[in-house]
């Protein structure tokens, strides 16, 4: 029997592979005997095991399995656009390339675009193959050795600009799900037989290329995906809204918001659409800013929680270096700090969750907010906010906390770091051989402002990993009681400020954590 076969009923605690992007059971959660890293610096080369220069830029995550690793980067010389990427097979022990496939699909993609690329979807594995996948159109199948099992194409989302695609490839049992447009114009997932590429089966229910389906087993053991349809773009998904899809492809159930037809900015799927076997998880951005949860056997929306009303928000004073203590304000009161996101006379705080920054983990869902960000459309006239904010809600309470956070930190050998709050940090889009690869600048911002793609938190037992576009990745503890800076246990770095570039999850496997950059690939000890 194979790995995929098993990985939902055998305890957390035996398993040492990370086969997929959301992990063993494609939650992003997993919970392990022992302990995960919490404190890294690549710029002061501070806990890390190997380092290993890629040859050219990627996004996809990082899998693990015996004693390989794997990962998506374009092809060498590759350049602004391209839809020609790498497979790569990496020794565990050392960081080696031990070899490379290509794939190449029919659409260019603009190259570390802060919203996905042909490299975005993650290498996926069973213990004995793995699949690669190029999100311009071109899939396959490989042995350990690389050898080539089968290959496959497809007409790819979202063409031909902009090119956006977060969803993850999901490996459960002899099917692995990939997301396709079919010929009503819509995306569906595709069921796809693991050995031969051929689809089993197809979803009733559509996807938004945006979104980020999650897999998971419901409370009555039926494994299922959440995923949903809604963005901006006038992406041609209906009804707006939630489905959650069994391995079949059929809908188990369906929540329809509002008419079905309303968008962004009230109805966005532009997240990881995080679930449990109790509840699933949701935002609401007009007109009020609400949290929503939902049963996850039935689909019953159960409860709609205020993002802005009696919340509890810890500021950074640029002014006087220290945190102010807000405590059950309405966020519609309060004032502004940060230089990059201060507030004219008639503006107010709207509250933006982050694209696909979101884990539900411990009784709380936690997201981060963007800043600068003015798509409201409706009254009060708001900027997004509140500035640089890691924040959390209580599920059952509705209770939300928000903790303002440094957008990066300066290190050098031999001095104290320092911690920058509340301004835009510009960084750079150089690969490893010096070349810059992106056409977008705001590829070449720090991810708070566009609002980028970030990757989707990782959560290793009640550590909770968030990495942005500058290769900060923040860590927080999901057992405090107290959403203060206490429960910010680390602020690491893949590399220099503004030097470094990064949309990408973290992934945990026998000890070790993995994460990359744009140039390079590291593990994390």
Not at 308 to 327: C, G, L, T
Not at 370 to 386: D, S
Request: aromatic residues 10%.
């Amino acid at each position: 029997m194979h790995l995929s076969r098993i990985l939902l009923v055998l305890p957390l605690t035996l398993l040492a592979d990370w086969p997929q992007a959301a992990g063993p059971d494609g939650t992003w959660r997993v919970r392990v005997n022992g302990k995960a890293p919490v404190s890294w610096s690549v710029t002061l080369n501070k806990n890390i095991g190997w380092r290993t220069t890629l040859p050219n830029g990627g996004q996809s995550g990082i899998t693990v399995s015996g004693n390989q690793v794997f990962l998506t980067t374009f092809d060498e010389g590759e350049s602004k656009f391209s839809a020609k990427i790498l497979g790569h097979a990496l020794d565990r022990k050392t960081g080696k390339i031990l070899w490379s496939v290509k794939l190449e699909g029919s659409v260019k993609s603009p190259m570390m675009y802060a919203y996905s690329d042909s490299t975005s979807p993650s290498p996926a594995t069973d213990g004995k193959y793995v699949w690669f996948v190029n999100s311009s159109g071109e899939m396959g199948c490989f042995d350990f050795a690389g050898k080539e099992i089968w290959r496959r194409k497809w007409d790819p989302a979202d063409k031909p600009f902009p090119f956006n695609k977060q969803f993850e490839p999901i490996l459960f049992g002899d099917t692995i799900v990939n997301l396709e447009r079919a010929k009503d114009g819509f995306h569906y997932l595709h069921g796809l037989d693991k050995m031969t590429g051929k689809v089993k089966w197809v979803a009733e229910d559509s996807t938004t290329a945006y979104n980020t389906p999650v897999f998971g087993k419901r409370a009555d053991g039926v494994p299922a995906i959440l995923h949903g349809r809604g963005g901006w773009h006038d992406v041609p998904e209906r009804p707006v809204g939630l489905s959650m899809t069994d391995f079949t492809g059929k809908t188990l159930w369906r929540f329809v918001a509002g008419d079905g037809k309303e968008q962004a900015p009230t109805w966005q799927a532009l997240y990881t659409m995080t679930w449990d076997q109790k509840y699933a998880y949701w935002f609401r951005l007009n007109p009020e800013e609400t949290h929503l949860v939902f049963d996850s056997s039935t689909g019953k929306l159960l409860r709609e929680q205020s993002l802005i009303k009696n919340v509890d928000y810890r500021q950074w004073d640029p002014a006087a270096e220290k945190y102010i203590v807000h405590q059950g304000v309405n966020l519609r009161e309060v004032r502004e700090l940060s230089p990059r996101n201060k507030l004219a006379a008639d503006e107010v705080i709207r509250v933006m969750p982050a694209w696909h920054a979101n884990i539900a983990i411990d009784g709380y869902h936690y997201f981060m907010t963007t800043v600068a960000h003015r798509r409201n459309r409706v009254a009060p006239k708001g900027k997004a906010g509140p500035s640089h904010c890691i924040a959390r809600v209580n599920v059952e309470t509705g209770k939300v906390e928000y903790l303002e956070v440094p957008v990066t930190v300066i290190r050098a050998q031999g001095q104290p770091d320092k911690k920058v709050y509340g301004i835009a940090v510009k960084t750079k889009t150089l690969n490893s051989k010096g070349v810059d690869v992106d056409d977008e600048e705001r590829s070449r911002t720090d991810g708070w402002e566009v609002p980028a793609f970030w990757g989707s938190p990782t959560a290793v037992n009640d550590q909770i990993y968030f990495t942005t576009m500058l290769g900060i990745t923040y860590v927080i503890d999901a057992k405090a009681k107290v959403f203060d800076e206490k429960a910010l246990l680390a602020i690491n770095d893949l590399g220099p400020s503004g030097e470094t570039w990064s949309l990408n999850s973290i992934s945990f496997s026998g000890g070790r954590l993995y994460h990359r950059s744009l140039k390079e690939v590291v593990e994390i000890k």
